[in-house]
């Protein structure tokens, strides 16, 4: 099973280890890092619960 590969620096998607178009190497397109919009998600879900509880 191939994975999907993205350039950081086109936005292009591939199957290579480099990008067909700029040659940057390519990085998988689906990263198991956190996305940078998951923890300030769970902040807000934090304060919007914290203002549920205080009286
Ligand atoms: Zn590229």
Redesign the pocket.
């Known amino acids: 099973m191939k994975a999907l590969k993205r ?6 998607y ?1 199957l290579k280890t480099a ?6 190497p ?1 990085s998988s397109a689906h990263p198991p890092k956190y996305s940078k919009e998951d923890p300030f998600r769970e902040y807000r879900r934090k304060a919007l619960y914290s203002d549920f509880v205080e009286p």
């Open positions: 350039c950081n620096a086109c936005n292009t591939t990008c067909p178009r700029c040659h940057t390519t």
